[in-house]
């Protein structure tokens, strides 16, 4: 049999069905001469209308898709890729990957692949419902309405606005020579935009699986305020203040957790910040970090990159460090079950946890700044960057919308600050959290990051940007 | 590759794209890594697909696809002309390009040895030996050796009437230590950081690196920090080596001279920057020993090709003279707003991805120091090598970097080894308290094989060449202490 791409033609549905995604990976399964063989089929549909200075200066779509085939013999393991999906492309990545497994060095770490799945968890998975053939079937035209409200307020408010409108859908596709077989189809969209004017700006971002609920205009509104209410930025000394970070600024750091040391594999080679710790309290007694795959909010698939079925994860309940996520190499090191984790093969950064969940608290967003009677509202964080892996030492800068909190009220904008702080610190000096959370996705490495605002003392800015 | 884009040309046209242009793309990768002994990775991908770019009505349009098939071809540009014109209803001015010859032409990167002939075995047994060596010694927690190879063929096709072939091979090749007690994690890498050094060469770049031949001094390296002071905080002389000079000129010079970052393209992104146009011959970027050109045709660097993704030719050009700040990075959209030509750095990650702006090699050209008497010149002060930490605000005006090794020099001298050394500045500030840059004989082309920018985002690989150089009253030790 010879497997065709889905054609190109059809709106409003995943790149592959389920029976088109089953196709190619038995063929390519079948074709594999390996003792053990798993392969991954991902494929994604991604369309993107880009502005600038309140017009439109790029506007793109692309469908791809890659085949990954990890061929196993006995001990040794190798991994090959490929666009080409044509009988000739799948026998020729089936031949190269065992190719790779037969000049490997023996493996010992090497775990069997996942076995045939329980069938209730399986059927538990096909319903997840996270595929909308209405953000898969959204057009450049409609896109290209939908941030036109905000280019022209933007222009007769005398700023200039920049951002981003993406819709797109993927699948995703495991199988193995057990008999495993796992698909997930899904679908995105984002909406980001920044306001700027001579000496200010402000920011919103958002994703949802419904690019119709992304309330595009009303959410331009938000950029617009901030841009307008933080003109004429005042300046405060660097040192230690009370700060109000919103969502996606708690996601800026928060986020680093997942690769400094929430994945097993970190842990075990004594590299994670949590080495040695597991059962020690390292944050705030308040804070509880979840990885759920299944949170409605967040976008996670229901299985992972060996098909096992995604765990909820409690890393850190109440302070506590309870667990880091596992893929199947790392949980037979450890004597124990993957979570259902794994990262694409080869997985050089072994598994990772992709949706972080950080439980909220009961705090609207204003009671945070009304509680505060000298500090600092983040809307955002730029360029962060890992300065201590051990100690979760970060830097960055604000961005797009730093304001001063005086006596529970936003009395102006701010010159961008940098700050370098301890994420766990952060959490150890969260005073309280918002209710109201949001996901946050870094398109780089594809983690979500649910979360609300936290209130934080003593956060530490170290410098400070003049323009 | 031809009759691919003569399809997707021909349904351009006739579906009223004013130009076009096609990118047909064959690509394939090797990574093989060696971690304790363990193989954890050896991979290889393949990759073909078109892109299919337009202008209609003044406005962009582009459909890329991984089946490059001939129907697959002439759908990419009947969506991308649909797309261009929904582009074209929200612009206030039509895009114009700045005007380019026709061409017809090939390239191929110089190669002595083609690493896709080199036997897997022999690339194996190299990071066997290598990480052999560094375990070593018993401080170390991980020991871990990289090599990576990459091959793009494309075939740029215009409706102006330019074709180029060109074919580009990138190699890479480093190793790392991680040495860890109770308390502390320190890591060394050979002979740079992000897996080592990359050029475009073939594996002549392996064996000139001799990985096994480092492998023990980078090993002793990581464990002696461990148990090395701290980097003092306060203000100081600091020498940095080319290489995390390299990642210094990429971030605070490379990326704030891109033109479409000038002109707000991207402000919701990448940023946009100090550097505009009332700026430009005028800007006392750095002082007068600093001269900085974007090269596209030096030998090895990663941003050496024979032309850009829009067809035009690779070219050297000035950043900054003497000091002075002089030039940007330009395409053919952006380079008419200065009324200038492209200078030809227009770069897309693959065949999916629109060209954007990218850094081709960007160097700062050697001085009259050794570095040897560079240091003897230096009565106090701390020489920092390898990039560990990397920061810089929206605009690339305040950052802020970390180094995985220090050395005091106290008089003259290199003395005792610190560890977790930090750096911090506001871009033209720093440049301008450089007082010193060493010669050709300690300058490298340094590849960066990550660069990140766009919506969506993609990685290139870019090149910054580099000598040790000295700056003068740098706040140094930042960060410590939180």
Redesign the interface.
Known sequence: MTTS?PE??DAGRPPFSLDEARAVLNEVLAASQAERTLAVLEARD?????????????????????LTVQAVVGRR????????LDAGGLR??AD?ALA??R???E???LPEPAPPPDPVRASAVEAGGTFVPATAAC???A??AA??PL?AAAAGRGL?A???L?TGSSALAVANTLGRFAYHPDSHSHF???V?SSDSSG?VNRHRRDWRALEVESLGEVALGKAERSRDPGEVPPGRYTVVLEPAAVADLVGFLAWLGLGAQSEQ???SFLS?RMGERITGAGVTLMDDAFDPRSFGRPFDHEGTPRRRMTLIEDGIARAVVHDRRTALAAGTESTGHASP??A?EGPIPYDLVLTPGDRSLDELIASTGRGILVTRL?????????RT?M???T??GTFLIENGRLTRGLK?L?F???VL?VLERAEAMGREAEPTVF??VETCVVASALKVRDF?F?????? | MHDLADRALNAAQLAGAAYADVRVVESRSQ?V?VKN?????????????I?VRVLVDG?????????ADP??AE?CAA??C???R??A????KPIVLAPLAAKRATYETPLVRDPFRV???EK?DLL?DATRAMQGEPAI??AQGTLRFWEEKKLFASSEGSRLEQRLVHSGAGICA?A?D?R??QWRSYPNAFGGQYEAAGWELVERLDLPGHAAETAATAAALLSAPQCPAGVATIILDGAQLSLQIHESCGHPAELDRV???????A?TS?LTPDHLGVLRYGSDVVNLVADATVPRGLGTFGFDDEGVPAQKVDLVREGRFVGYLTSRETAPMLGQASNGTMRAESW???PLIRMTNINLEPGPWTIDDLIADTADGILMTTN????????R??F?F?TEVGWEIRNGKRGRMLK?C?Y?G?TPRFWNSCDAVCDAADWEIWGTANC?KG???Q?MRTAQGASSARFREVEVG???G?
């Not at chain 2, 002109?263 to 992104?269: C, D, M, P, Q, V």
Request: aromatic fraction near 8%; hydrophobic fraction near 30%; glycine fraction near 10%.
């Open positions: 791409v190109a033609t991604e369309s993107l209308t880009r502005f600038a200075n309140n017009e439109i200066h790029q506007n793109v779509t692309s469908r791809g898709h890659r393991s190798g991994t090959a890729s490929t666009e080409r020729q990545v190269r790779l497994a000049l490997s060095p493996d010992k770490g057009t450049p035209e896109r290209a941030v036109a280019m200039n920049a951002g981003a993406t980001t935009c920044t700027r920011w080679e004594g590299r040695g093969p080869p050089v730029w360029y962060n960057r890992v300065v201590d892996a051990k030492l830097t960055g800068m961005r797009d961008n940098r370098n702080e301890s610190g398109d780089y530490h170290t410098g400070v940007t003049r323009f | 990574m890594e002994q363990r193989p954890s990775a050896l991979q290889e991908s393949a990759g073909l697909g892109g406005g962009w349009g582009f459909a890329a696809s991984a089946s129907a697959e759908r969506l991308a649909r797309i261009a929904a582009s209803r929200f612009r206030t036997s897997l075995a194996i066997l927690a991980v991680y860890r109770d502390d994690l002109l707000g393209h991207e402000a919701n992104y940023g100090f999916g991805h629109i560990r930490s990397w920061s810089i605000d929206d605009r005006y305040n802020q970390g977790n930090t911090t506001i990140g919506q969506p985002s990685t930042v960060g410590y939180t």
